[in-house]
C-alpha cells in the first residue's frame, strides 16, 4: 500500500455554510463565465457581466467576494490565457520541486490535505466486483457533487449541473460496473464538507482518498496531487515525470479518467500554450475551479 500526503491550509475565504447558497452562487457565477469566454475579446464592462448571470453590479460583486474572495474584475483577470501562462511559469519544475519539498513543505500553504492509497491491480481488473460503494449527491462551489466512499476512504468525486445528476452517477459506475453501489448522503454528506469546507483543511486530519485504476492511471493521479494550488503543469511534463516521455496522449486519457475530480487536481493540467484543453465534466466548471483557487492565494 502506498501513502501520500499533500496539504492546503484554510484560507479566509471559506464556502458559505449553506451548501445550497453555494450551489446558487455557482449557477449565476458559470453564466457569468460563460458569458466572459464568449465575450472576452471586447473586454466587457462588470454592469454587462453582472446582467449575464441575472444579478446586479452591487450583487455580483458581492457574490465573487462571498464565492472565490475575488471582485469580479479580478476573477476575470484569473480566466485569462496571460493568468494561464503564470499559471504554467516553470511548470517543467513544478512537479520536481514538489517531490523535493515533500508535499507538506512551505510551498504548499494552499492545498487540502490528502493521504491515499491505490488499489491493486487484481480489484481493478475485477471491476469493482466486492466492493460496495456509498454515494450521495451534494451541493458544491462547482454544482452538485456527487461523491463516493468506499470503505478505505474517497473514491470517487464528480460534478453536474441541476437535472445531470444521474447521468453523471452512470458515468462515475462505468468505472467499477461490478461493484455494488448505496446511497447514502450521511456518509458521502461528511466527505463533501471535509472537501469543500477549507476550514476543515488540516493536517492533523488528512482526507483519505483511495486510487481505483490501472498502474499507469494511478502513477498520473498520484503525480497530479503534486501539482500545488496556483500553478499548472502540461501533459508532457507529467508524462515526463512519469518515464514516459513520449506518451502525452496517454497522459491526456490517464487525466480525463481521473475519478476523484478536484481532489485530485486534473483542472490544473493546461495546454503548453496555456490553453484549457479539456475537462470531463466541462470547461466551464475547470476555468471556475481555477478562478476560486486564484481567490484561495490571493490573486
Given at each position: ?24 452562487d455557482y449557477d449565476a457565477v458559470r453564466r457569468a463565465i460563460a458569458f466572459i469566454s464568449e465575450n472576452w475579446r471586447s473586454q466587457p464592462p462588470i454592469a454587462a457581466m453582472a446582467d449575464s448571470a441575472g444579478v446586479t453590479s452591487d450583487e455580483l460583486h458581492h ?203 486534473c483542472h490544473r493540467v493546461l495546454g503548453k500554450s496555456g490553453a484549457l484543453t479539456g475537462y470531463h465534466w466541462g470547461l466551464t466548471r475547470k476555468q471556475a475551479m481555477l478562478g476560486w483557487e486564484a481567490g484561495q492565494i490571493g490573486l
Open positions: 500500500m502506498m501513502t501520500l500526503t499533500k496539504n492546503l491550509a484554510p484560507s479566509d475565504s471559506c464556502i458559505t455554510d449553506a451548501p445550497g447558497a453555494a450551489l446558487r457574490l465573487f467576494r462571498r464565492w472565490a474572495g475575488l471582485t469580479p474584475k479580478l476573477f476575470m483577470q484569473a480566466l485569462t490565457l496571460d493568468h494561464a501562462k503564470g499559471l504554467l511559469r516553470n511548470s517543467a519544475s513544478v512537479l520536481d520541486a514538489a517531490l523535493d519539498s515533500g508535499l507538506s513543505g512551505p510551498g504548499r500553504l494552499h492545498d487540502l490535505f490528502v493521504t491515499h492509497e491505490a488499489m491493486s491491480p487484481g480489484e481493478w481488473k475485477n471491476g469493482g466486483s466486492g466492493m460496495k460503494l456509498a454515494f450521495g449527491f451534494h451541493p458544491s462551489p462547482f454544482g452538485i457533487a456527487i461523491v463516493i466512499a468506499s470503505d478505505r476512504g474517497l473514491a470517487g468525486l464528480a460534478f453536474a449541473d441541476p437535472g445531470e445528476e444521474q447521468t453523471a452517477l452512470a458515468d462515475m459506475k462505468r468505472r467499477w460496473p461490478n461493484a455494488t453501489y448505496v446511497e447514502d448522503a450521511g456518509r458521502t454528506g461528511a466527505l463533501a464538507q471535509r472537501v469543500f469546507d477549507t476550514r476543515l483543511w488540516r493536517a492533523d486530519q488528512p482526507l483519505r482518498v483511495v486510487l481505483i485504476g490501472t498502474d499507469f492511471e494511478v502513477r498520473v493521479w498520484q503525480t497530479l496531487l503534486r501539482i500545488p494550488m496556483g500553478k499548472a503543469t502540461t501533459y508532457s511534463s507529467i508524462a515526463t515525470n512519469v518515464d514516459r516521455p513520449n506518451a502525452s496522449r496517454a497522459v491526456g486519457a490517464a487525466v480525463g479518467k481521473n475519478p476523484v475530480s478536484f481532489v485530485v487536481p
